[in-house]
């Protein structure tokens, strides 16, 4: 699929990418609105493992979602990141798997730290407001 986002890195501001996102990012469509995601299994359990494997599966698992409604990375146009005990080295492992899903066009982002989400065990929580493409645009 196409990617009809506009993604927008003003001058002015400094550049987020390295961070792990964009400024801005609009897209012409139907918003889709995907509920936190979490390195879990099939049935709901919180698979152990560190930040960055935990990241990573929470990432999958948000491919998952978007799959299920019929949507890809390509249609993200905002993340809301949760991180537990957040720290620098942790902004570091997930700006690059962020750059691994979206490259060099990061939707934007808000990033919270917290000191706990819904299960014990849980490192990190992803959720995502997608942008379904109108009929007969590109995407």
Known sequence: MTDSRTITNPPG???PTPFGYSHAAS???EPVFIGGQYASDASG???PGDFAAQAELALA???TALAGVGLGFEH?????SYIVDHDPEKLAVLGKA???AW???LPA???SGVASLALPGMLFEIDAVAVRPTAGAAG
């Open 13 to 15: 501001l400094h550049d």
């Open 27 to 29: 897209a012409p469509g």
């Open 45 to 47: 359990q919180v698979v």
């Open 61 to 63: 698992n948000l491919r």
């Open 76 to 80: 993200v146009v905002r993340l809301g």
């Open 98 to 100: 962020l750059a691994g």
């Open 103 to 105: 490259g060099d066009r």
């Open 109 to 111: 982002q808000t990033l």
